[in-house]
């Protein structure tokens, strides 16, 4: 098997972890890198908390649940780190950010593949329109009734957009939720029925009998939260474009001591635009020569699998190997353990599998390859119901078996 193989599996004899234990020790590598550092929808939630004062306590806790992203796990986000090109390269980048952008998100809807055989021209007023939405709509959230209409309207749109051609868990629906505030009560009143809004009355009276004195406390505390959270946002801002230079140096120690809490983070694990798809596939042998596939539930694997539609649903485990197949065996040591449980035939790991060669059985011998996906075209989708081509085969994990004690071992082949 060779030294790739030995190393390989004394790396997972090394660790002995669960699966759950390599997936933490995994992300602690990166803390930033993975659960990302300030997003930019608590950045707007606060400073809406501090520009409507009287609606702070639905903003501070809308914003704090967007943990690690709201706003910048849209489809189309990504292709807003494309401006920090060179203007001569700006318009080739544009065109192409959405284009790659359809077949490359981690999980992907079947409205994706139609989105990516749009004409190019297409994809380039979509991106336009992602810019608008991103940068430049926000601010409007803060003026008065007409701009923050517009503003919820076009953030809706893009939202909806997301949802229907990509799988973001709840991240979509939490960032529409912001924007219901935006829209005046009167608004509302026209558009749900008069028996709701009677009840909403009827509770809006409870909440007031606690007193005008205390409401206005909250207000007061909420409000100035609110404003910590906004000034602390804009410096973690500024240090994700690179500009923490300009910051004084109170700010900045601020910064580095609550870095550790990672109550506030920057925008952005998906920062940057992937142009390819690699996935991994699992396989499983008897006999080291005829391999089968394991077939996830959710992931791109199975070229005949139509990308399937799952938000607010977010399959942990089809997330965390896209990421993996970006990178080498030996950052991701978790899926030594999803090898070793193949090989053990664990009925837990076998739930997350749409379809299992050796459901009676477990086999002899577990691989795990990597290919580079590709949407199909026209004639395969419509003639064959082929969603996907894949090419570039390559080794992720050598072919396993298990020692005596249970334990990975390179297969002797």
Same mark, same amino acid.
């Given at each position: 098997?060779?030294?790739?193989?030995?190393?390989?599996?004394?790396?997972?004899?090394?660790?002995?972890?669960?699966?759950?234990?390599?997936?933490?020790?995994?992300?602690?590598?990166?803390?930033?890198?993975?659960?990302?550092?300030?997003?930019?929808?608590i950045q707007q939630g606060s400073g809406l908390g501090m520009i409507y004062p009287r609606r702070a306590h639905y903003f501070i806790s809308l914003a704090r649940q967007q943990t690690d992203s709201v706003r910048k796990k849209s489809y189309y986000a990504s292709a807003i780190s494309d401006l920090h090109l060179s203007l001569d390269n700006l318009d080739c980048k544009i065109v192409d950010a959405?284009?790659?952008?359809?077949?490359?998100?981690?999980?992907?809807?079947?409205?994706?593949?139609?989105?990516?055989?749009?004409?190019?021209?297409?994809?380039?007023?979509?991106?336009? !329109?992602?810019?608008?939405?991103?940068?430049?709509?926000?601010?409007?959230?803060?003026?008065?009734?007409?701009?923050?209409?517009?503003?919820?309207?076009?953030?809706?749109?893009?939202?909806?957009?997301?949802?229907?051609?990509?799988?973001?868990?709840?991240?979509?629906?939490?960032?529409?939720?912001?924007?219901?505030?935006?829209?005046?009560?009167?608004?509302?009143? #026209?558009?749900?029925?008069?028996?709701?809004?009677?009840?909403?009355?009827?509770?809006?009276?409870? *909440?007031? #009998?606690?007193?005008?004195? !205390?409401?206005?406390? #909250?207000?007061?505390?909420?409000?100035?939260?609110?404003?910590?959270?906004?000034? $602390?946002?804009?410096?973690?801002?500024?240090?994700?474009?690179?500009?923490?230079?300009?910051?004084?140096? %109170?700010?900045?120690?601020?910064?580095?001591?609550?870095?550790?809490?990672?109550? !506030?983070? &920057?925008?952005?694990?998906?920062?940057?635009?992937?142009?390819?798809?690699?996935?991994?596939?699992?396989?499983?042998?008897?006999?080291?020569?005829?391999?089968?596939?394991?077939?996830?539930?959710?992931? *791109?694997?199975?070229?005949?699998?139509?990308?399937?539609?799952?938000?607010?649903?977010? %399959?942990?485990?089809?997330?965390?190997?896209?990421?993996?197949?970006?990178?080498? &065996?030996?950052?991701?040591?978790?899926?030594?353990? $999803?090898?070793?449980?193949?090989?053990?035939?664990?009925?837990?790991?076998?739930?997350?599998?749409?379809?299992?060669?050796?459901?009676?059985?477990?086999?002899?011998?577990?691989?795990?390859?990597?290919?580079?996906?590709? !949407?199909?075209? &026209?004639?395969?989708?419509?003639?064959?119901?082929?969603?996907?081509?894949?090419?570039?085969?390559?080794?992720?994990?050598?072919?396993?078996?298990?020692?005596?004690?249970?334990?990975?071992?390179?297969?002797?082949?």
């Amino acid at each position: 098997m060779g030294s790739y193989g030995s190393a390989a599996a004394d790396l997972y004899n090394a660790t002995q972890k669960s699966w759950v234990g390599n997936c933490a020790s995994e992300t602690g590598k990166r803390p930033k890198e993975i659960f990302g550092r300030f997003d930019a929808a608590i950045q707007q939630g606060s400073g809406l908390g501090m520009i409507y004062p009287r609606r702070a306590h639905y903003f501070i806790s809308l914003a704090r649940q967007q943990t690690d992203s709201v706003r910048k796990k849209s489809y189309y986000a990504s292709a807003i780190s494309d401006l920090h090109l060179s203007l001569d390269n700006l318009d080739c980048k544009i065109v192409d950010a959405l284009f790659e952008c359809a077949q490359t998100s981690i999980e992907t809807a079947p409205l994706a593949w139609f989105l990516h055989h749009l004409p190019m021209w297409a994809h380039q007023s979509a991106t336009i !329109f992602t810019f608008i939405a991103e940068l430049i709509v926000p601010p409007l959230y803060f003026f008065g009734r007409t701009p923050r209409l517009i503003a919820a309207v076009v953030t809706t749109m893009l939202h909806l957009g997301i949802i229907a051609s990509g799988n973001y868990t709840f991240l979509n629906y939490l960032t529409i939720a912001m924007c219901i505030p935006l829209v005046d009560d009167s608004i509302w009143l #026209k558009v749900f029925p008069i028996a709701l809004m009677d009840k909403l009355r009827t509770s809006l009276k409870g *909440v007031a #009998k606690f007193g005008t004195r !205390f409401i206005e406390t #909250k207000t007061v505390v909420l409000t100035a939260a609110s404003s910590i959270f906004l000034v $602390i946002g804009l410096g973690q801002f500024l240090e994700g474009l690179g500009m923490e230079c300009i910051l004084p140096g %109170p700010w900045t120690a601020l910064l580095s001591t609550l870095a550790p809490y990672r109550i !506030f983070n &920057s925008y952005g694990m998906f920062a940057v635009m992937t142009t390819s798809r690699p996935e991994i596939v699992f396989e499983g042998s008897d006999d080291g020569k005829d391999w089968k596939e394991y077939v996830f539930k959710y992931k *791109v694997d199975d070229l005949y699998k139509a990308p399937p539609i799952i938000a607010p649903h977010m %399959p942990r485990l089809d997330w965390r190997l896209w990421f993996a197949a970006m990178r080498n &065996s030996d950052e991701n040591p978790y899926v030594f353990s $999803i090898a070793r449980l193949l090989l053990k035939g664990d009925p837990t790991l076998l739930q997350a599998f749409r379809r299992v060669p050796f459901a009676e059985k477990p086999p002899r011998f577990v691989r795990a390859l990597v290919y580079d996906y590709h !949407f199909s075209d &026209s004639a395969d989708l419509f003639s064959n119901s082929q969603w996907w081509r894949r090419d570039n085969m390559r080794e992720f994990l050598p072919p396993f078996e298990l020692s005596d004690d249970g334990q990975l071992k390179p297969a002797n082949i």
